[in-house]
């Protein structure tokens, strides 16, 4: 790298870091919804409540609510001190509360009592204690597993499940490994909360669980054996089991098995990669950790910038995913960085190419930076390398050079090659893959659908990718020249600016008018309350394990 881009990318870098040490230390002191319905997921809640809808996010909601102090103070106490006055299991004790049928509000009384208190931390300990076990075990498994079968040659293969319910993605799933992917990507559905926050504010919500049947009835299951008493008194028919989500917890256990068994066959190991909707970083984190998810595709910024979320919201969830994920060791993916475009809407003058790599460029270095903040280690970070808007012209000299200032800026951070339409199939694909492959060294590939042949499509990936070693190594010294050096520089250049006007101005500077209005405008934010850690609180007990 010259002296000029050295110098460049190591003050972005700084200011990425600066900025995201603040965001980071206030993020980890929020409690918000989200945080709460993870941690009954690691106490043992689990599928849907009696009117359908996700267990942990009735409860949550029927406790928490509205009430920030409640909130402030977190569920984890409250919850197990009625476990054990009730003597219930968690997930009985979760669909009592969700119907009603058990207050835990009341519950929380007795924790005014220093014996009750006390047994309630005691048993609280026990149980997360046991949830942060199985991710160990579950992470000590992914290392034996990945160690006995071996791991495919990089750039390995990545491609996007089409099944949306469980029977079918489990029969992908085990066809796509067997004839060639490492990497099946599963798209998680849109949380709960999500789709409400988009409801209540008059948009769709992208990602909703539709099965693939959708003029399937209830049908009546196959009858067993009958008595007399019932021919002559039939009992109504009981309805079909409803379809299980592929992204669900439940959906996701079993896509882990049937990626495992293809593995096994194929004799080298395969990984499973998740992308969450907003609001499902904390939950993802705990399922990942339980269903020993390899990858997860998880990016704040992103929700703050294309899903309007609120930003303390955002970061408080995903900090909290963070650490989860750094004890589960999971790998996290952080996006390229998305396509800001809120200052231009509010100038009306629309930016130019190096101005919007650079705001990209920015916005990926905050990403990473908060998750160093939070703990997660540069190997087990995976970057995406290319912005979808810059591959609209085909530039390969621009797409080349997204691939090289990431390389160049995150030199421990491995990188992702992804794209809304297919690398190794459409037309001009395979030149742009080269291109961004000999930018910087890609290890996954994700193609959105599964190729025609997953086979020829695994051997095309591995010559681009030989393509694209021989061709970084007849560079030479490794640098930019020319045009693609002063458009580095230009895209440095702004990145920094767009650093140093969020440190000193804050996300309006960036969102343009809907970051300057009314909270309200913004998702999520009255589900974010600063942590309470007093003593009936159940911070302490929690931070304590991780």
Known sequence: MSSTLSTQAEEVRLLAADLAAGLSRTASRSATIAQE???LR?????????AGRPLAASLAERYCGSNAGRLARGMVLPFVVAMIEYDLPAQDLAL???SGAIDLALEAELLARPDRLAGAEARARILLGAAIDRFDANRTATREMRDVLGLPSEPWLGVSLQATEV???MAETRKLIGDGADVVQVRVPASWEFAQARRQA????PGLFVTEEPKRGRQA??????TRLDRQHPAPPRPAPDPIPAGSQRGLASLRKAADDAAARRGRYASLMTVTSAFAAPEQAVVAAFERIDYVAADPIREIVEDNVDPDRALADH????????????WVVVGPGPLALGADLASGMPSDAATRAGRAIALQALGVELAFADGLPADRLLLGAIPDWSLGDGNAASILLQAWLRRALFPGCRLVVDGPTSWLASAGGAVALVSAMTGGAASIVLEPSAPA???????DLASAGRTAKALRASIGDDQLHGDAAALGEATLREAAAVLQRLSAEGWGSLLGPAGRNADAERLGGSALVERDFGPMSGARLFQGLL
Not at 42 to 50: K, Q, S, Y
Not at 221 to 226: D, L, Q
Not at 453 to 459: D, E, L, R
């Open 202 to 205: 008059g948009l769709d919500t």
């Open 453 to 459: 042949s997953v086979s020829a499509a695994a051997a």
């Open 37 to 39: 319905r993870a941690i």
């Open 319 to 330: 900090s909290f995913a963070h650490r989860l994920q750094a004890r589960a060791g999971s």
């Open 167 to 169: 029977v079918p993605a």
């Open 42 to 50: 690691m106490l043992g809640v689990d599928g849907l409540d009696r």
């Open 221 to 226: 299951r196959r009858p067993g054996r009958r």
């Open 96 to 98: 009592d509360g969700a």
